[in-house]
């Protein structure tokens, strides 16, 4: 984890990307202290605030929740008596959603070998003693701040990697946190939504013209990472509607799916939960339709590789 100045006032916390929830977080220290996202576990989530207390003030005044998954908000009770800014659909999401003692289950020993892989990118995290805490200052569509001169836009770009997406963008500096909406060098996977959301928020974005953007999961970057990505989704889908409209099933249209450069991006195998969201499209499911078993979506995954690593 490595804490880096983007701008006068402004930082971002980054973990190396090599597997599941490895995300990135920023603070804005102006107008009491900005922080968008929690990490995983409470342990990690600690050494983050750690880190944001060498530079501003803590407890922050606020933090914002870019969507529900576990890896942005399972810390939230770190930052107890903060704002905590998020969309409505992420508040409902994590109320009903699954427990971190629950997650840790499938995991736990003994675990098939399908899953693994999964058992081995989340051992170093420590899920005890997380208590879900919900946003408290919920939005639709936009709010904006002002952290003492620094303007702050935090708007809704779902339902495109999840239900909840929100952004946060300081227009005069230049520098946009975009949640999951981008992944740096590593593969995408999204569960609620449409491709196209995921394409509009990607080109809105984009239009933007961000200088930085710190992306959901892997290293800073900018307008051009964001279109490889826009790329790889674009490319999936449209693989996918072939091989949906010949009838195989997400697995084999996975195997036959040519992904080209993007081959080299970390877990390449969660190819299959794009393929399956993609079926649950083609089939005209609703956005928040399930689109497959969690677990066995996790034993696909593994399938996969093995297919891969037998060419
Ligand atoms: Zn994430």
């Known amino acids: 984890m490595k804490l880096e100045k983007i701008a006068p006032h402004v930082y971002a916390c980054l973990q190396k990307d090599t597997g599941f929830g490895w995300n990135n977080s920023g603070f804005v220290t102006t107008g009491g202290g900005l922080v968008i996202d929690t990490f995983w ?4 989530t600690q050494q ?7 530079v501003g003030p803590q407890p922050p005044r606020y933090l914002v929740n870019t969507h529900h998954n576990g890896d942005h908000v399972w810390g939230n009770q770190l930052f107890a008596g903060a704002d905590i800014i998020a969309h409505r659909l992420c508040r409902e999401a994590m109320a009903t959603g699954i427990r971190p003692a629950d997650f840790q289950k499938i995991f736990a020993d003994p675990v098939p070998p399908e899953r693994q892989w999964v058992a081995n990118d989340i051992a170093v995290y420590d899920f005890s003693g997380i208590d879900i805490t919900l ?5 639709e569509e936009r709010l904006d701040l002002e952290l003492d001169g620094i303007p702050c836009h935090i708007f809704y770009v779902g339902p495109a ?3 909840s997406d929100l952004m946060v963008h300081l227009p005069e500096q230049g520098i946009l946190f975009t949640g999951d909406i981008v992944f740096n060098q590593c593969t995408p996977l999204g569960w609620e939504g449409t491709n196209d959301k995921w394409i509009d928020a990607i080109d809105r974005l984009i239009s933007l013209e961000p200088k930085t953007i710190v992306p959901g999961h892997g290293e800073l970057c900018g307008v051009p990472e964001a279109k490889e990505l826009r790329n790889y989704l674009e490319s999936v889908y449209t693989q996918a509607r072939h091989f949906f409209d010949r009838g195989l099933p997400p697995l084999e249209a996975a195997r036959q799916i ?19 969201r993609a079926y649950r499209e083609f089939r005209g499911d609703p956005w928040d339709a399930p689109f497959g078993d969690r677990i066995q979506l996790f034993h696909q995954a593994y399938e996969l590789r093995q297919h891969w690593d037998r060419q």
């Open 41 to 44: 576990d409470l342990p990690h």
């Open 48 to 54: 983050m605030i750690d880190l944001y207390r060498q």
């Open 135 to 139: 946003p408290n200052h919920l939005i």
């Open 161 to 163: 990697h999840t239900s």
């Open 258 to 276: 040519d992904i080209g450069p993007y081959f080299h991006w970390t877990e390449p195998e969660r190819l299959i939960w794009n393929v399956s």
